[in-house]
Structure formats: C-alpha cells, structure tokens
C-alpha cells in the first residue's frame, strides 16, 4: 500500500563526513518535504520540492543539500558544513493545493536518527 | 518566533477522563490541521479544519477553530493509553507549513 519510505532507520556520521538520507514515496505527490527535530522540539522546514528538478531552502538549509530528479525521491545530503547534524529527521510528502496559503495533509516517514560518531 | 504554539507543554491524565490542548498563531490562516505523532515515529495527520468552520469531529476527536481569537483547541475524549503521544498544530505562513512544538500527552493507567 501507499506511503513513504525513509532509510536508513539510524545513521552514524563521522566528522568531517557527507551522508545522504533517502525518502521514497509511492503516493504519487508532488510537493516533499524534509523536517530536522530536535529533542522535546517541533519540526523545523530545511528543503521543499514542488516540483521536479526544483527545490526551495526552508529555515534552516545551511549544511544540508537535496535534489528532487524524479517524483518519488527527494533525498537529503548532511554536509560536513553541518557542525550539529544529530538530530531526527523526518521527510513528508503532500498533494499540492490550488488555492495559495493553503496546506494540505502530509503523509511522514518514520525518520531517520542521525547521530555524530 | 513560532506562527502555532500548543499550550500546554505537558499533560497527564487518568485513562478514560478527556484531555483538552490549545494551539494559538499569529497570521490569518485558510485552514488549520492537527497531528500525533508516536515516540520515535513520524507524523500522523489528525483532522484539518477550515478557517470558515467552528467545530469538527473526527471520532473521540473535536477540534474547534476561533479565528476571532487566532485560537483552536483538540478535544480527545475518553482518553486511552494509545492515545499517549505529542501533539501538534500546523499553519500556513509564507507559504510554507509551520509546526507548533506540541504538547506531550500521557495517559495514566
């Protein structure tokens, strides 16, 4: 049946690494988006996706990159630029609105954990 | 600053009772949706009500909107102990979907 996809569950960085998290959907949306959560903390935007082949920076894109070449994938790249990456990060994905400034439900993987080795 | 916050913070109550949590924001909204989301899960989508309607329901579930007041509530009645959980409320602003904190429930056997 129909959702998204996160991998790996848990994820072990090392210092001055790059490491990519993947988010696949099958719900055949066009909008993604991936959300860092920090302990007892609500969700904070770093990339979005309308569309394919283009994205949008949310409020904390620095030291994090994504690409968006097909539908379904939208995967995020920790930089070694992020010097506080543990976290966990979650990645959704919705049906785009017709009407501006109006959200539609989103569908969320279960994360992934990312910790600093 | 935060365009939703749930107030409270933290909740705990005997199963069975109902628990009441309170989201307020800043800008006008077109709509407003609620979430769960399960320790070390993601989010699970609630209910959304719109900016032109008052109450809804959704099972053991009402959540009232009072745009007067930038204010809505969820209602969880005859709380049980899957119902523990965080809570949050979503908006709009900017374009983009903003995510209160949540309040964290936890129901007491």
């Known amino acids: 049946d129909g959702g998204i996809t996160q991998s790996p569950k848990y994820l072990f960085r090392k210092e001055g690494q790059n490491v990519t998290l993947s988010c696949e959907q099958n719900l055949n949306h066009d909008a993604m988006y991936w959300y860092r959560q920090d302990p007892g903390q609500g969700l904070r935007l770093i990339y979005y996706s309308q569309i394919v082949n283009d994205f949008q920076k949310g409020d904390i894109a620095e030291g994090y990159s994504v690409s968006r070449e097909k539908k379904e994938s939208f995967p995020l790249t920790v930089t070694s630029a992020q010097k506080n990456p543990t976290a966990f990060y979650l990645c959704?994905?919705?049906?785009?609105?017709?009407?501006?400034?109006?959200?539609?439900?989103?569908?969320f993987g279960d994360g992934t954990r990312l910790s600093i080795l | 600053s935060q365009q939703g916050e749930e107030d409270p913070q933290a909740l705990s109550i005997q199963e069975g009772e109902n628990a009441t949590m309170n989201c307020s924001y800043k800008t006008s909204i077109n709509n407003l949706q609620w979430y769960r989301q399960n320790s070390g899960r993601g989010l699970v989508h609630l209910i959304l009500?719109?900016?032109?309607?008052r109450e809804k329901h959704s099972g053991r579930l009402r959540v009232t909107l009072d745009t007067s007041k930038k204010s809505s509530s969820l209602l969880i009645t005859a709380s049980r102990a899957a119902d523990t959980a965080s809570y949050f409320c979503a908006t709009i602003k900017d374009d983009k979907i903003i995510f209160g904190k949540g309040t964290r429930l936890h129901i007491l056997p």
């Open positions: 009500i719109r900016s032109n309607e």
């Open positions: 959704a994905s919705s049906p785009l609105s017709p009407l501006r400034q109006e959200a539609l439900p989103q569908h």
